[in-house]
């Protein structure tokens, strides 16, 4: 079946920029996840949904991040007012139910760069 | 807060041999579950292996398989026969069992593993 897609896979944004990134996570997963991978570095986490619940968003690094996922399917997850910090690549990961050891499928992610 | 540290930024192994690659955590808490993640070029991060910490018995998946140490909070990665399709970016994460809603991955830094035919 289909895996979590992600779209776009490479954005370029000026700085000032707003950008909104798209996830489809596996279709019936219920648990979606966001995560920041700077170059070189593993990835960090970001904010977790159940269903369309944001039940931690604790690891968004300020208020110019936003996500949401309005029907319990897609996200998106919204960047306002760009930064050159904010070059990054953007993963968004999905599991079938929450607890337990549940392995997270990853997308192949969003590559941001802001100039 | 829980952290995962890898030691080794760059691994190189010859092709049919073994390759240990290293992590160790840090946690005050006594139920959580430790990944290993695999990451190729083209970035799509695939799950090789978990342990639960409650098990004392080390996970196998085909040729992989972890040391895990709970005392020492080491968790081990061990890839047998090493083929040149493991060439990768590995993630050691940690994920704590305790609290719902308390889901996220904690990574680390990753190690290159780099495969010499």
């Known amino acids: 079946g289909a895996g979590v897609s992600q779209s776009p896979r490479y954005k370029v944004a000026k700085r000032g920029q707003d950008v909104a990134l798209r996830c489809d996570p596996i279709?019936?997963?219920?648990?979606l996840f966001w995560y920041q991978q700077a170059l070189g570095q593993g990835p960090e986490f970001l904010t977790y949904?159940?269903?369309?619940?944001?039940?931690?968003k604790s690891g968004l690094p300020s208020d110019r991040f936003f996500a949401e996922r309005p029907e319990g399917s897609v996200s998106t997850l919204k960047i306002q007012r760009t930064q050159q910090e904010d070059s990054a690549v953007y993963l968004c990961?999905?599991?079938?139910?929450?607890?337990?050891?549940?392995?997270?499928?990853f997308g192949p992610g969003t590559r941001l760069t802001v100039t | 807060a829980q952290t995962v540290t890898q030691s080794q930024p760059e691994m190189s192994v010859q092709e049919a041999e073994t390759v240990t690659l290293s992590c160790t955590y840090d946690?005050?808490?006594?139920?959580?579950?430790l990944f290993w993640y695999k990451q190729p070029p083209s970035r799509q991060m695939i799950l090789v292996i978990r342990?639960?910490?409650?098990?004392?018995q080390n996970a196998t998946e085909n040729r992989f398989s972890v040391n895990f140490q709970k005392a020492a909070k080491s968790f081990s990665l061990k890839i047998s026969d090493s083929q040149l399709g493991d060439a990768a970016m590995y993630f050691c994460?940690?994920?704590?069992?305790?609290?719902?809603?308390?889901?996220?991955?904690?990574f680390g830094t990753g190690t290159r593993l780099t495969i010499i035919p």
């Open positions: 990961a999905s599991s079938l139910v929450a607890g337990g050891p549940r392995e997270q499928y």
């Open positions: 279709s019936g997963h219920v648990s």
């Open positions: 949904f159940q269903n369309e619940a944001q039940l931690d």
């Open positions: 946690t005050s808490e006594s139920d959580y579950y």
């Open positions: 342990q639960e910490a409650y098990k004392q």
């Open positions: 994460a940690y994920r704590s069992a305790s609290n719902f809603g308390n889901e996220k991955l904690t």
